[in-house]
């Protein structure tokens, strides 16, 4: 099992002990990789008619038969029902759920930026829980690389928050609920992948979220709907490429790496959706968003390099 952090975890090299843990550039490189692969989703979903709650369910089901199919070997889930293991999956599923229809009623009463601002200020609420939850302490940079990640997605949400709602405090408070809900989610996978595999994370709570959302995509879609050729191949490649994939490597990638630095790279989604809309979409790319892009940039390049890695592990009792 992972232990807490040493006394000297955090903190400077002193002379005569171990050099500090770097992180793991794998790890790291499987969290940037899946926002990236996650920024594709609404590049996807703007391109196809089918709806949306409906999608999100087909996605979760294709994902998770995916994921059954290629690692049923391995038996993916093995130990997923013993007390303790349950029981997260239910609070996860509970987070992911509750953190996702706060951030849409949000986004109805606020607009898209002024939302998705309060939303991503996350890794300040992963920054203050994580000591507290995983016994891990947060270190310096994280809290010098926050200042200019948010100054750079508020670059990045400039030019549309002048569109939409304006301020109110159900909207702020549903906000600032659903940013405190996916800081939870993460700090909970985290303890979750030290009792299952990352795949078995992530298949059990494809199933959750795919049930809980059945009933409200059954109702919304009636008997009015009928499947595109384009609608099918969007949200094939939405189930395995920007879900079972993205989702399967994101979990092993904060398994591995420091919760605190996984969040504040997770801000690079506001730099990535752009970009490829402006690929695929042929949407402007204003320089506004490339300046905020390069802050993000830029406070994640510093968790990287200038953070420490995970505690040692335990020897196994």
Do not use: N
């Amino acid at each position: 099992m992972i232990a807490g952090t040493s006394p000297r975890s955090g903190r400077g090299h002193e002379p005569g002990s171990p050099p500090p843990r770097r992180g793991d550039l794998a790890g790291y490189a499987l969290v940037v990789g899946s926002y990236v692969l996650f920024s594709l989703t609404p590049v996807l979903i703007a391109w196809v008619s089918m709806p949306a709650s409906l999608l999100l369910v087909v996605r979760y089901f294709i994902a998770a038969g995916i994921l059954l199919v290629v690692f049923w070997r391995r038996r993916p889930l093995r130990g997923v029902l013993r007390p303790g293991v349950w029981r997260r999956f239910i609070v996860l599923a509970t987070l992911d759920a509750s953190q996702a229809l706060a951030y849409f009623y949000a986004v109805r009463v606020l607009g898209v930026a002024a939302a998705t601002f309060i939303y991503y200020l996350q890794p300040l609420w992963v920054a203050l829980l994580a000591p507290r939850i995983l016994h891990v302490t947060t270190e310096r940079v994280v809290y010098l690389a926050m200042p200019a990640a948010f100054v750079g997605l508020a670059l990045v949400l400039g030019p549309s928050f002048s569109t939409g709602g304006s301020l109110s405090v159900p909207g702020v408070t549903a906000a600032l609920l659903a940013g405190l809900g996916f800081a939870l989610f993460q700090i909970v996978i985290k303890k979750q992948t030290r009792e299952v595999s990352s795949v078995s994370v992530v298949i059990v709570m494809c199933i959750l979220d795919g049930l809980f959302l059945l009933p409200m995509a059954l109702l919304q879609t009636g008997g009015g709907y009928a499947l595109s050729t384009r609608d099918l191949i969007a949200v094939v490649l939405i189930g395995v490429f920007t879900t079972a994939l993205a989702f399967t490597m994101w979990v092993d990638g904060v398994a591995r790496v420091r919760v605190q630095h996984s969040a504040i790279l997770g801000l690079l989604s506001a730099v990535a959706s752009p970009v490829f809309a402006f690929v695929l979409l042929r949407q402007g790319l204003s320089a506004w968003t490339v300046a905020g892009g390069a802050l993000i940039l830029a406070a994640g390049a510093a968790v990287v390099l200038r953070g420490a890695g995970e505690p040692e592990l335990e020897p196994p009792l």
